[in-house]
């Protein structure tokens, strides 16, 4: 990962909230699976801004625990991030 798209992601990997562009980006799936997951319910749903979605940090992580093809990459790659967020 290059530098600034380092940075990004652990931003991200810090943020309490995501949208679906957001949670795609920190997943690295696209924003059409997300979007479908929210609207069949697999992924819960917070009220978004103007009407979009938006997903807590811990239900995203819950979600993606559920998808494990998709969740050991985004895993491993959090590393000391998720870390940092529980204060260790």
Do not use: C
């Not at 530098?3 to 679906?20: G, I, K, P, S």
């Not at 993606?64 to 990459?73: C, D, K, S, T, V």
Request: hydrophobic fraction near 40%; charge should be positive.
């Amino acid at each position: 990962m290059t530098r600034n798209r380092l940075h990004r992601f652990a931003t991200l990997v810090l943020q309490d909230r995501y949208t679906v562009d957001e949670a795609s980006e920190l997943l690295g799936l696209s924003a059409v699976l997300i979007r479908r997951a929210a609207q069949s319910g697999k992924l819960r749903v917070v009220a978004g801004d103007r009407g979009g979605f938006s997903f807590r940090h811990e239900d995203v992580m819950t979600w993606l625990r559920r998808r494990p093809y998709a969740a050991e990459p985004v895993i491993e790659r959090m590393g000391t991030y998720q870390a940092e967020r529980s204060g260790r």
